[in-house]
């Protein structure tokens, strides 16, 4: 298998594995047990803990470990919008049109409890635009929360920017807005640094830098308003209750620490060979064309449209061919729901169901990127001709 799907999930690391596997094994203690497995739990919590604080450049109370990327922005703009809310700070919230669904249907979530939304659009490329931000920021506008790099189309968003407009809004307003960013996308891409970005919260999920399913991280700003969203024990400083996931949280520390290191030599690396299957695809397929931004992306992320194709025909069709990848939209019922991101950055909804995201990995060769581009031609053909539902919208 050709696995070009690194957007969706990655392999454990070696290293992640083996950091997990004592915990799984005769290291199975509750780290709040006083005794001595309890003890070797609670230092493995907190050693990864110190880990994940210095890949960030956070402090090691700044960092809270969750269950995933959805926990983490869940809890990141429930606890801190409902915060700030009964502080009496006020209730609007601004976001993005892009974001993951774990932070749009949270968005939304939000608005059935009352808060109200801005929702700010993207240009062609999928970025957002600071004006846009800037001029949504009213007296009642407590958090904003906008993803570093989209999960979609790669394209990567001007947090730091939002950060300093916020920060002189606040000097000059007296008026602080909270800033939180979806970062799911950036580890081993991006480097990661909260003070250079200047957010408030921040959140990670494991799964997608080499470390396992099921765990993820939540940096939260000290002294930043929050209330947990999950009630119970007091673990994780009180701000996450329920017994830890060691394997998971020491797995999810060493995989961190393997993606932030070598990160502009795996980066321009990898960059290389996605601009060769880019390049590759467009010069032997017609009809295809990238879409989102070329330049200011992340460097494993592309996203091609193929006219005239179901994207869900062309990727089963890949993956008979032994290659993995992701379609952007979804069929049901014969009802066409395009992706939600290529609609707000204006692609023609033709292309937008037949648009397939291809996303590299660290593992990725050229010989396999060589082997993709000379077999999507025949590929798309073959899509070309099964995609009744494309071939009506087209005509
Ligand atoms: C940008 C982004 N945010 C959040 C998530 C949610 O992460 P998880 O499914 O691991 O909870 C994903 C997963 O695809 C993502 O790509």
Redo the contacts with the bound molecule.
Sequence with gaps: MIYLDH??TTPLHPRAREAMLPFLGGEFGNPSGLYAVGRAAQAAVDDARQLVAGCLGARPSEVIFTS????S?NTALLGMAYAMRRAGAGNHVITTAIE?H??LHVAQHLEELGFDLTYIGVDASGRIRLEEVEAALRPETVLASV?LA??EVGTLQPVAEIAALLRAYAQARHHRVLLHT?A??APGWLPLDVNALGVDAL?L?A??FGGP?GS?VLFLRRATPFRPLLHGGGQEMQKRAGTENVAGIAGTAVALEAASTGIAERAARVRALRELLRDGIIATTPGAQPNGCQVNCLPNNLNIAFDDVESDVLVSGLDAAGVAASSGSACSNSTWEPSHVLMAMGVPIRRAVGSVRFSLGESTTREEIEAVVALIPAEVERARAASLVAGRLAG
């Design positions: 957007a969706a995933g990327g959805t926990e922005i993951h774990a932070g993803m989209n999960n979806d799911v996308q959140s999920s799964h997608k399913k993820g």
